[in-house]
Nanobody, 112 residues
Framework: QVQVLESGGGLVQPGGSLRLSCAVSGSAFSIAKMGWYRQAPGKAREWVASILGDGNTNYADSVKGRFTVSRDNAKNTVFLQMNSLQPEDTAVYYC??????WGQGTQVTVSS
């Protein structure tokens, strides 16, 4: 059974930064495609960024240049570094492993 656990959310002022973490249990993490998604109130969940097992990354246009996804295979963990945060980034952020397993989400609120 794969378990996914996000952490690192919180309240930050516009222009600030946060680093989210996603710890994944189970084997084969090093080859797993990992994804970050977010869901704002009243909106559908949207894809934010992905990282493949070989380290290749992709980003939604809305976060490109501000967010960076990375992984530490030794720790079965993927990160999302979020810089220049804006109020429209406010959402619950979810981690997805293998295209199948979801975490419970972590709240990110950008407000002055």
């Amino acid at each position: 059974q794969v378990q996914v656990l996000e952490s690192g959310g919180g309240l930050v002022q516009p222009g600030g930064s946060l680093r989210l973490s996603c710890a994944v249990s189970g084997s084969a993490f090093s080859i797993a495609k990992m994804g970050w998604y977010r869901q704002a109130p009243g909106k559908a969940r949207e894809w934010v960024a992905s990282i493949l097992g070989d380290g290749n990354t992709n980003y939604a246009d809305s976060v490109k240049g501000r967010f960076t996804v990375s992984r530490d295979n030794a720790k079965n963990t993927v990160f999302l570094q979020m810089n220049s945060l804006q109020p429209e980034d406010t959402a619950v952020y979810y981690c997805n492993a293998f295209g199948t397993y979801w975490g419970q989400g972590t709240q990110v609120t950008v407000s002055s």
